[in-house]
Each structure stands twice: as structure tokens, then as C-alpha cells.
């Protein structure tokens, strides 16, 4: 569940012990050489081809995220829903049974088990995620696909500007740049948003939920830097491997989503009716277990795609895969088509691109200077120092 919503920001895990070059809790489903089967060669071949096909890797992860964002706006949609807590909570019970069936499978192979030290000093992270994954479903009940998407990129720039006040980092002036265009691409949606809510039939109550969904928004840009920077802090005393923190992210926040959904929402049969109509409780129950699994999906393609193609690549069409979500709002949700909607869309892929140039040419920058001084160090730079050393 975490990683899902780590996969927009260019925050890195640090590294801990011996790990491969492309990432932490990628490398356990990183399609290893495939061996040699004497009784299925055509078959070993396929399937190596498969494994090694960079175009594949890359639809496979553009569809897992369009498809986690598509469920999800899917199951809180609806006109009566009002179980977000208990919807994540079953998210963080699928995505642990689902990384305990892989483990005894063997696709998960150096899991490490609970330790009370690590989970007590990893609570007050996981708080952050609530919040963070709380407001991030509430904002997209309320607003469009396309706007969600573009309103998520204000995140990166308070994150950006954490790390510099809170790490020693920088930021470029092609990366000032993006933060421009991300934040006129948010203007333009917004504006375009309540143009059309203006427009409706019931004009006063669709800016109701536009302004509630800004709302919800805001707050979860400020969880989103409260919780990934906080992380950044914290994880580099807590020598996680690979799934470590998947695992601890999900484990810890069940009791909480739970005693929250009990307390804040209504569990009584007519409650439980709105919000699985007989007609669509069956295709809903399918989403919510499916949104579940799709963090591992997500994790496994990255890594698949990294592995085959480069870094480089997966940060482009990380920025690039911005575009095909907000258009499957368009097309799965009916978002009003409109210039204003089509600009914003337009202005937020290319900032994306932007950021992400712009990333790629300091990530260069920094490995063809002569180590002559001590630079000044991202979180994410200190933070691989210090797991090093310690």
C-alpha cells in the first residue's frame, strides 16, 4: 500500500546490506536468468523473451498503475459511499496475505520477521501513511481522475522544498521550471472544474463537492511531504530489506484503519446496503481485493521495467504514464471533456517530463563532479550515507 503512492516521487529508499543496483524491495521478484529446462526448450525461450522485452515491461507497469487508480476511484464513487477507513483496511490485509503467500512460495525470500523494536519506533510512520492514504481516497471520491493526477504533482514541490530545509538539498532551475507548470496545470484544472460545475443543472451542490475535494486535496499534499520526508528520517536507523517496509507499512496500519472504521463509520444493514447495492457488491468486493494485490503488482513491474530498460527510462515514463491515467478518467468516469480540462492535462504531462529531465541531468551533474569538496546532500543522498555506515 505504501509503495503505490511512493511511485509519484523521487524520494529513494535507502540502501541496507547487500542489494541490487535497481532497488530494495524490487529485487525479490526481479525475473532472475531463466535456467535451462532440457524437456521445454521453446518454452524457456519464450518465456526469456518475455522476461527481457523492454516494451513489454513498460506496458506492464503502465497498466498496473492506471488500473490501481481506476479501481480505486471505482469503489469510492459511488453516490452512498462512505466506508474508506474499512476499504484501506482491507487493502493492508490483502497486500500482507498476498506478501505471505509469496514468501511461502518462494518469490519473497529474505522477509524478514516482525520485530516489537522496529514496529514500536515504525508507528508514528505509519500514522502518517493513515493520514496520508485517508485524504487520498477522500480527495478522489470527490474530484475527477484527471484533476487527482495533476493536483498529486504539488506534493513533489513541498517535498522538494522539505528536503531542502529539513536535508541540505537543492533544487535546479529546470526543476524550478516543472514546480511552474505543475502548479499553472492545477490552476488551469481547477478552473476548468468549476467552470463546468457552474454549468450543471445543480450547480450549488457540484461545487460543494469540487470544494471538498480540494480540501480533501490540500491535506493530502501536506500528509504526502509530512509522511515520505518523516520516512526519510526515520528509515535509515531502521536497517529495512527489501519488503521490510511494504510489510511494516501494511501490518501496522490494520489495528488502526480497523479501531478507525469502527469508531467513524456507520456499520448498521442499511448502511451496509448503500454501499454494496446487490447490483454492484460482487464487482466491488473484486476491486477492493484487487487494490490490495496491486501494490505487489506495481512493485514487481517496476522493478521489471528498471531491470530491462534503465533508470532513466523508468523516470520518463513514470512522468509519461501521468497522461494514459488522466485520460482513463476521461474515458472509464465521463470527467467533462472541456479546453481547460485537455490544457491542464497537456501542461501537467509535460511538466512531468520536465521534472523528471530535470532529475536525470542533476542524477548526471552529481556523478561527473570531482569529489573535491563536500557537496551539499539530498535526504536521499545522506540518507544512503548514514545505512552505509551504520
Given at each position: 500500500m505504501s509503495d503505490k503512492k511512493n511511485e509519484d516521487y523521487t524520494i529513494r529508499m535507502p540502501d541496507s546490506g547487500v542489494r541490487s543496483p535497481f532497488g530494495g524491495e524490487k529485487d525479490p521478484f526481479i525475473p532472475s536468468r531463466p535456467s535451462r529446462v532440457a524437456t521445454h526448450p521453446g518454452l524457456s525461450s519464450q518465456i526469456s523473451k518475455i522476461e527481457n522485452n523492454p516494451g513489454i515491461s513498460i506496458l506492464a507497469y503502465c497498466l498496473s498503475s492506471i488500473s490501481m487508480t481506476v479501481v480505486n476511484k471505482y469503489v469510492v464513487s459511488g453516490s452512498e459511499w462512505n466506508l474508506n477507513f474499512f476499504y484501506l483496511a482491507v487493502q493492508s490485509i490483502v497486500c500482507i496475505v498476498t506478501i505471505e503467500v509469496c514468501k511461502q512460495l518462494g518469490l519473497i525470500k529474505n522477509l524478514a520477521p516482525f520485530d516489537m523494536n522496529k514496529g514500536k519506533k515504525w508507528f508514528p510512520i505509519s500514522l502518517l501513511l493513515v493520514g496520508m492514504i485517508y485524504t487520498s481516497t477522500k480527495s478522489l471520491q470527490f474530484l475527477s481522475v484527471p484533476v487527482y493526477t495533476i493536483f498529486k504533482n504539488l506534493a513533489i514541490i513541498v517535498i522538494a522544498y522539505g528536503e531542502v530545509l529539513w536535508f541540505g538539498g537543492s533544487v535546479t532551475p529546470l526543476a524550478l521550471l516543472s514546480f511552474g507548470l505543475m502548479v499553472?496545470?492545477?490552476v488551469v484544472a481547477a478552473w476548468a472544474d468549476t467552470r463546468s460545475a457552474s454549468q450543471d443543472v445543480e450547480a450549488a451542490a457540484a461545487l460543494a463537492t469540487l470544494n471538498a475535494g480540494y480540501a480533501w486535496m490540500g491535506l493530502n499534499v501536506f500528509c504526502t511531504a509530512s509522511y515520505l520526508l518523516s520516512m526519510r528520517k526515520v528509515i535509515k536507523s531502521m536497517n529495512f530489506k527489501d519488503w521490510d517496509t511494504m510489510f511494516y507499512n501494511n501490518l501496522l496500519t490494520i489495528p488502526v484503519l480497523i479501531v478507525c472504521s469502527l469508531i467513524a463509520e456507520d456499520w448498521s444493514s442499511t448502511n451496509l446496503?448503500?454501499?454494496?447495492?446487490?447490483?454492484?457488491?460482487?464487482?466491488?468486493?473484486?476491486?477492493?481485493?484487487?487494490?490490495?494485490?496491486?501494490?505487489?503488482?506495481?512493485?514487481?513491474?517496476?522493478?521489471?521495467?528498471?531491470?530491462?530498460?534503465?533508470?532513466?527510462?523508468?523516470?520518463m515514463v513514470g512522468a509519461l504514464n501521468k497522461l494514459p491515467i488522466a485520460v482513463s478518467g476521461l474515458v472509464f468516469f465521463s470527467a467533462p471533456v472541456t479546453v481547460g480540462s485537455v490544457s491542464a492535462i497537456f501542461i501537467g504531462f509535460v511538466s512531468g517530463i520536465v521534472y523528471a529531465w530535470a532529475k536525470v541531468r542533476q542524477s548526471q551533474v552529481a556523478k561527473n563532479s570531482l569529489p573535491t569538496t563536500q557537496p551539499t546532500m539530498s535526504a536521499s543522498s545522506q540518507s544512503n550515507r548514514d545505512a552505509a555506515n551504520s
Open positions: 499553472l496545470s492545477s446496503s448503500k454501499n454494496f447495492p446487490p447490483e454492484s457488491r460482487n464487482t466491488l468486493l473484486v476491486g477492493m481485493i484487487y487494490s490490495g494485490m496491486a501494490a505487489i503488482f506495481i512493485s514487481y513491474c517496476s522493478a521489471w521495467c528498471i531491470r530491462v530498460t534503465s533508470s532513466t527510462t523508468y523516470s
